[in-house]
């Protein structure tokens, strides 16, 4: 699947069939993120990768945003340096390179919490490291809907030069 194909047809994924993601895959998502750019090089971030269920289970419990991460295949923890001011921006960027190329793979993910997540104790993160997200991973148990998208029409998100003026 090609780039734009992956954006376009990408669907937030919250259920989960119960196929493993082949180590090859998961090798790739995370290669994804090792890879994605960052201001100044800085790559101001951690990812814990999670595959025990016995530990899938305990981030559904904490992630109250994502109980499903308790189906997944696998997840990713992402954790931020907390003395970066580009951690949010720099790891963002990472996520959606990490779901992109599992979704070209035919694997659904989500964005599940926002910072503030209790899951550093259970997974040994140092103090010196905030959580922003936990990523789960597997075949939807769904598949349906590729490129099924409600967007508001392209004239009223983007403009040509100017704030209003029409994007043609």
Known sequence: MDVFEAVRTILAVRSFDDRPVPDAVVDRVVEAAHLTASSMNRQPWHFVVVKERTRLKELGRRVTTGP??????????????????????????????????????????????????????????????????????????NPGGKGKKNRKPLSEVVSAEKFGRPFE
């Open 68 to 141: 499903y991460v308790a189906q997944a295949s696998f997840a990713v923890v992402v954790a931020i340096e907390k003395a970066s001011p580009w951690g949010v921006s720099d790891a963002s960027r990472a996520i959606q390179d990490m779901m992109l190329t599992a979704w070209a793979d035919g694997v659904g993910s989500n964005w599940t919490g926002f910072s503030g997540l209790d899951v550093k104790e259970p997974l040994g993160i140092p103090d010196e490291y905030d959580v922003l997200a936990v990523i789960p991973f597997g075949y939807p148990a």
